[in-house]
């Protein structure tokens, strides 16, 4: 796992790069791959590596080249299916030099073009360089869990893993984006292309991007979840289905736990995906196994019992960090610099101090059950829908609205103890059956009430130039899947891409020099997910229960049985009970409030107000509704964003960088005149 950034003239009317820039790029994204660090340069592109070396620790050092230095890759991530592509290249006349995966690329894309990303089986974002043809060649895997931004501006592209690597040039203006911001507080996230940052683009996950030298570019999507036409019958019985997706799992794990060059350990939540993940892993590789949890001073969140009971299971060396209130609020600012967006859940903190954790263990790799919710219909969102689908065919019945009764066990503080107000919620759009979007309308309409914040300027731009909605972009056989299907691909493209594997997954576990590996997210066990039934993965509101079934025999039947609990962590109340952090206050007082221009600083303040009030005691004791919940750190983290990367630069001071792979083709009489 690495860091990479690069500046690539598309037009030959600009200077070389600067080697001084490039080196604050890659400093800037340096915890990314902080064992070595590269650089190529020539008269039209400079190319920058920070290299988490987990592959070929000897020979696989980036940038890297074909054998007669034409073709140049900087990448970030892993191909698992490397050494069976290496073979068929050998076959086919390539020859090596090195045993990595990042040389295998080179040559599949000699090989075979653009058409060499769907024979990938990993998690990758990288940058190809034609020196010859003057091309330059971005790709982003299936889902999106290698990020990937673009600047292009005046015949010159930016690219970089992250934002804070583009904004180390001083010429690149720093803006939030309306559009951007607006989408976050509708789905948890900006949709790609679209960022949170005016004038750069987030590269979309599963597509290719071509930049030739006429200063044309061509972009492609060569992957999006897809699903069977729900008239269609499917082959396997329950049981043959349950085999196969035995094998196929444990064979994405065995190629996650041996394609590594260093001990790789796992997370453990106590759940049934991290759980069988670990168990997995476990079984992969013999000798001393690490894992890592989690715990919660709330016993509200807490899930130590089923970790434990599970690390004991399967015999592992297992560590528990156990997390406060008052730590979430400590390391915020740096999760929010770290994520590079606002998030509506203090989610992220927990995983940012764990994987510090696992980093000061020495361990650089960890599988994670990510990704079984959305390819096996784990979430509450799909039981919801279902509900409310089955609701709509007789909306005046009494007793179908009762099945929400068997949602949220899980919670403290439940919607459906409110039994009258949470029927009234679920009620709404019961008329809307059918149509896109139905299975998600719930949480979106919640979502945005955050939006009721906004500064009447930024509503206003807002309203001029409307974002896309997600709806508008969906693959042409949407209408031709089942609801189950129709609700998975929504939850896949927002949330699973743009927050859970990003600002929860990728950003939390590579601000600690981390990479995340995660068996469900393999690109065959997800095509063989995507085509079973809805009743294999949803049977009636039994969750997973294929992958149940995978479990049985394997790990405790106690986490089998227990009832689905996402990870949660304490949220508004981290911040405004006493003994807050002072950045708080000064965040959300009402001259920072204007000052940043997002928010209307009467209402934000309001809410601010409100909540300490009510978690010193006066008027609820710290209990939040969702809405205030998600507000309040919403706009926190908003307004730290606009002080990490508006008004400051979004990094810490850059550290010197040594380059340990160094080609510099820019003759010394052009050096005087790079920039």
């Not at 690597?165 to 507080?185: C, Y």
């Not at 001990?263 to 894992?291: H, N």
Request: charged share 25%; hydrophobic share 40%; net charge negative.
């Amino acid at each position: 796992m690495c860091g990479i950034a690069g500046i690539v003239n598309v037009s030959d009317r600009h200077a070389p790069p600067s080697a001084e820039l490039l080196t604050s790029m890659v400093s800037a994204i340096r915890y990314r791959g902080p064992d070595e660090y590269g650089l190529y340069r020539d008269m039209r592109a400079g190319l920058v590596h920070a290299r988490l070396s987990l592959i070929d620790l000897a020979t696989g050092q980036q940038p890297l080249a074909n054998e007669d230095g034409t073709l140049w890759i900087v990448f970030n991530g892993e191909i698992f299916n490397y050494v069976e592509l290496r073979q068929e290249l050998v076959t086919l006349g390539h020859r090596f030099r090195t045993h990595s995966d990042t040389e295998v690329i080179v040559h599949a894309y000699e090989e075979w073009g653009n058409g060499c990303f769907q024979k990938f089986n990993g998690q990758w974002a990288l940058a190809l360089w034609d020196s010859n043809a003057h091309r330059l060649v971005l790709s982003r895997d299936r889902i999106g869990v290698r990020p990937l931004y673009v600047r292009e501006h005046g015949g010159r592209v930016w690219f970089a893993s992250e934002v804070k690597a583009i904004f180390a040039d001083p010429s690149v203006p720093r803006e939030i984006d309306p559009g951007g911001l607006d989408q976050t507080f509708t789905y948890w996230t900006s949709l790609a292309p679209a960022s949170l940052f005016r004038g750069i683009e987030e590269l979309r996950p599963g597509s290719v991007r071509v930049y030739a030298s006429d200063g044309s570019m061509e972009e492609t999507v060569f992957w999006r979840p897809s699903y069977p036409v729900s008239s269609e019958e499917y082959p396997l019985t329950i049981d043959e289905a349950t085999e196969a997706l035995s094998e196929k799992l444990e064979l994405a794990t065995r190629l996650r736990m041996l394609r590594a060059d260093v001990p790789v350990g796992s997370y453990l939540s106590g759940g049934l995906d991290s759980s069988l993940t670990a168990w997995m892993g476990r079984k992969a590789k013999e000798g001393i196994f690490q894992t890592y949890s989690i715990r919660f001073e709330d016993a509200e969140f807490d899930e130590t019992e089923f970790q434990r009971a599970m690390a004991a299971t399967i015999d592992s060396s297992h560590q528990e960090l156990v997390v406060k209130r008052s730590d979430i609020a400590r390391v915020f600012p740096d999760v929010i610099r770290h994520t590079e967006c606002p998030v509506l859940r203090t989610a992220p903190a927990p995983l940012y101090l764990l994987s510090k954790l696992v980093r000061d263990s020495g361990i650089k790799a960890v599988l994670t059950g990510e990704g079984a919710d959305e390819m096996l219909a784990g979430y509450d969102i799909f039981r919801e829908s279902e509900i409310r689908q089955f609701w709509s065919r007789q909306p005046g019945s009494t007793m179908r609205p009762a099945l929400f009764n068997r949602l949220y066990p899980y919670l403290a503080r439940s919607p459906q103890q409110a039994k009258g107000m949470a029927l009234e919620f679920w009620k709404q759009g019961l008329d809307r059956a059918g149509m896109p979007g139905f299975s998600h309308d719930p949480r979106w309409r919640t979502t945005a009430q955050v939006k009721r914040f906004f500064a009447p300027a930024l509503q206003a731009e807002i309203a001029a130039r409307p974002p896309e909605d997600v709806l508008d972009d969906l693959p042409a056989e949407f209408g031709k899947w089942d609801s189950l299907a129709q609700a998975q691909y929504l939850e896949v493209v927002t949330l699973l891409s743009g927050y859970l594997i990003s600002s929860q997954g990728d950003r939390m576990l590579m601000a600690h020099s981390v990479e995340g590996r995660f068996p469900f997210l393999d690109a065959d066990v997800m095509e063989f997910c995507n085509g079973l039934p809805a009743s294999y993965k949803l049977a009636g509101l039994n969750e997973k229960y294929i992958l149940k079934r995978v479990a049985a025999g394997h790990i405790p039947d106690a986490i089998i049985r227990r009832q689905k609990q996402p990870y949660r962590a304490p949220d508004a109340i981290s911040f405004v009970e006493a003994g807050a952090p002072s950045y708080v206050a000064e965040l959300l007082s009402e001259g920072a409030l204007r000052d940043a221009g997002i928010f209307d600083p009467g209402a934000a303040r309001g809410l601010y107000m409100k909540c300490v009030a009510r978690a010193n005691g006066a008027g609820g004791n710290g209990v939040f509704s969702n809405a205030d919940n998600m507000s309040l750190v919403g706009l926190l983290s908003t307004q730290l964003l606009h002080h990490h990367f508006i008004r400051g630069n979004g990094d810490s001071p850059a550290a010197s960088i040594e380059y340990t792979t160094l080609i510099d083709r820019v003759p010394l009489q052009q050096l005087s005149g790079t920039a």
